[in-house]
């Protein structure tokens, strides 16, 4: 499945200097590899496992499962019979025995630049204890859900890692959801805490995070589901006093507001004051309950992914280790927020188990400018980092002048996550942001796998722009046709996978029904990603976008993010977004939206050109039948595109269902008054 001699064609490789010290140095290396953590998982992983702490080793097989359904019940259970902690093994553990107390945890980076603070393993490890205290005198229990929402600070660190000390099961929700949604994901995992902050700035804009928390937790008791506690952290509000560690406010606001309801609120400075610094962990099983995530399904209700303790403990360190290849001096930083689950497993799981040195950022990439993130990378001198194509793509549009102006000479491995990267958008990411020095890992995976999946190893695959190569340790990819049958060989369709890894998820929180029909119903035997997936001639795998994104042109399955792909690669293209829209003859036409890059503007002969670049390099099947201007795409809070807006734009209909999770709606006005009305 894995070819034996990686191509040597048309391929990009990492340097020399990164493969003298790589931990998979060379492609023999990660197909040995490969081939024993599949072959036996239970040697592979049980290697792995022993620089791990476990107060009892496992007794039953390393991973037992079943993921067919007609055969039962859909499981997966990884080192049963161990018990562990996971704050024990990122800090203690750490901080005793790896003698890692003095080294940089998190450099945090506000939002304003100059807001800045260094918390070393053993603060961080002390800071969690005193709070995990907090939290036990609150009575929270081993096994009660916490949900957090907590802008991008060290103490959401510490929060996240106080529940898990004492064995409660976090759910955090990301600081840019809204009320509406907030209540309805403390309510699916009925929890009895909440943990927010007064409020944040992103870039110039205030956010009131209490009056929010306050408007969730109404519509909770409206419901029927009073929240009896919430803790607040004074993030801009504090006295310089309350919080010795941190620093104070350095802009005034005030706009913020911050309603307080003695009945229920509770201050985490007043709280912290007398709570110790030692707590004793909470001795977990292996398959006992960690976090629950929310992500979007397809029936608008979000899905509580659940993840367990040891397999996401031991996988996340790994991916982590390898995918980065992770190096004792490295200053890491994934721009990922801690809401999402790339936070939840890159920025603080895997590189905490590994101890290494992460920035954690508050703000955004264009603020106070466009030059921010390249900042950030010479002040800390990072060498290893890690963003998103929407970014990039954003980024780009401003060409190479801002990137240009810092040095970035510390960088080593770049990554990219989310969304397939369009070879356009790699080629600027290589050769504008690493200079051509460092090799791009383009690791796909999602919130219910936990960790990467599908990604190339940096010094050990060559690397094609916009594929994610080949398997991690441990994951067997296949493809299927419409009827379920694997196909060999170049071919396109479902991802799936036929057994799983440590790190897969375990159920969706109070609905296994959901979890077996979501992924498992569709291909009895495997685990369905959801996505489409091409495999070339040298046996690469291409993500090819949601198998829901895919569009079906005169009987020819089409993926959207290659059409998009073939739009961006033109240089008055920003960013690209392709839906279908029924169509009497061919089933489905091409409605592609383009945002053009600052200063161009959009007339008839690009359009032409447009569409002769698309049928240039894809096909005449291929060819856009509608283009429109598009100054915003509707996006998701994370950066996402959300198509499902986008096609029923394409399609003049105005119900457009939940929008919760759209994070500017002015954009959807404004398209629908620019769509395109007769075939061009
Ligand atoms: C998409 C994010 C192509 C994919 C970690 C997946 C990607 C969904 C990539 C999961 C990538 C993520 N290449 N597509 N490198 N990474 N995706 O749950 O469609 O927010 O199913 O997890 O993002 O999104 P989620």
Not at 244 to 268: G, T
Not at 322 to 337: E, S
Request: with cysteine; charged share 25%.
């Amino acid at each position: 499945m894995i070819p034996d001699k990686a191509p040597k064609e048309n391929v990009y490789h990492g340097s020399e200097e990164l493969k003298k010290e790589a931990h998979i140095p060379t492609f023999e290396k990660y197909k040995e590899l490969y081939l024993k953590s599949v072959d036996s998982p239970e040697e592979f992983w049980g290697d792995i496992a022993k620089d791990f702490f476990w107060k009892t080793k496992h007794s039953g097989q390393f991973l037992d499962y079943n993921f067919d359904v007609t055969k039962g019940q859909i499981f997966i259970k990884c080192m049963e019979g161990a018990t562990t902690n996971i704050c024990y093994n990122l800090l203690d553990r750490n901080v005793h025995e790896r003698k890692l107390g003095d080294k940089v945890a998190f450099y945090w980076e506000g939002n304003e630049p100059g807001d800045e603070l260094t918390v070393t393993y053993r603060e961080l490890l002390q800071r969690v204890c005193q709070f995990a205290n907090v939290l036990k005198s609150q009575g929270v229990k081993k096994g009660d859900r916490v949900s957090i929402y907590m802008p991008m600070v060290v103490e959401l660190v510490v929060a996240m890692l106080a529940c898990v000390r004492i064995g409660a099961v976090h759910s955090i929700v990301f600081a840019g959801f809204s009320a509406e949604s907030l209540c309805e994901r403390i309510m699916d995992s009925q929890c009895s805490l909440l943990i927010t902050a007064d409020g944040f700035y992103r870039g110039d804009k205030l956010i009131n995070l209490k009056v929010l928390a306050d408007e969730a937790m109404q519509k909770c008791k409206d419901k029927g589901f009073p929240m009896e506690k919430c803790i607040m952290l004074k993030h801009l509000s504090k006295e310089a006093e309350e919080s010795p560690q941190s620093p104070p406010a350095k802009r005034a606001c005030p706009d913020l507001q911050v309603p307080w309801n003695p009945e229920v609120d509770l201050c985490w400075h007043t709280l912290l004051r007398g709570s110790s610094v030692e707590c004793e962990p909470e001795w977990c099983e292996s398959e006992d309950p960690l976090f629950i995530l929310y992500t979007s399904g397809s029936t608008g209700k979000p899905k509580g992914v659940l993840h367990t303790v040891s397999g996401y403990m031991l996988y996340t360190a790994t991916t982590f280790k390898l995918v980065f290849d992770h190096q004792p001096d490295d200053i890491y930083w994934c721009t990922a927020d801690i809401g999402w689950i790339t936070g939840h497993s890159y920025i603080t799981y895997g590189p905490l188990a590994n101890g290494a040195t992460s920035v954690l950022f508050e703000g955004l990439p264009t603020y106070p400018d466009v030059s921010r993130m390249w900042e950030i990378v010479d002040k800390y001198h990072v060498t290893k980092f890690y963003t998103a194509p929407t970014a990039i793509r954003m980024l780009m549009k401003f060409g190479s002048e801002p990137v240009q102006k810092y040095k970035r000479e510390s960088l080593k491995v770049l990554g990219t996550v989310g969304e397939p990267i369009n070879p356009e958008a790699w080629q600027w990411y290589y050769n504008v942001v690493g200079e051509k020095r460092c090799p791009i890992v383009d690791t796909f995976w999602q919130t219910e796998t936990g960790g990467h999946v599908m990604t190339p190893l940096p010094a050990a695959t060559p690397m094609k722009p916009g594929s994610a190569t080949f398997p991690f340790f441990g994951v067997v990819p296949a493809i299927l046709n419409e009827s379920g049958e694997e196909l060999e060989g170049p071919g396109e369709g479902y991802l799936v996978f036929k057994q799983p890894w440590p790190g897969v998820m375990r159920t969706v929180f109070g609905n296994h029904q959901r979890f077996e029909t979501v992924y498992f119903k569709k291909f009895p035997g495997y685990y369905v990603t959801g996505d489409g997936c091409r495999r070339d001639k040298d046996g690469y795998y291409w993500i090819t976008g949601r198998i829901d994104d895919m569009l079906n042109v005169s009987g020819h399955l089409l993926s959207t993010a290659e059409v998009e792909s073939a739009l961006v690669e033109h240089e008055a293209v920003a960013e690209a977004a392709v839906v279908g829209r029924p169509h009497p003859v061919k089933g489905e036409s091409l409605y592609c939206f383009v945002t053009l890059t600052d200063g161009v503007t959009y007339n008839r002969t690009l359009e032409a050109e447009l569409k002769k670049q698309v049928r240039e390099k894809i096909g005449a099947i291929a060819t856009p039948d509608y283009i429109q201007d598009a100054p915003g795409l509707p996006k998701t809070r994370s950066g996402k595109i959300m198509r499902r807006l986008l096609r029923k734009i394409a399609c003049n209909e105005r119900d457009l269902g939940d929008v919760s999770t759209l994070a500017d709606s002015t954009v959807i006005e404004q398209l629908f008054q620019n769509r395109c009305g007769a075939a061009v």
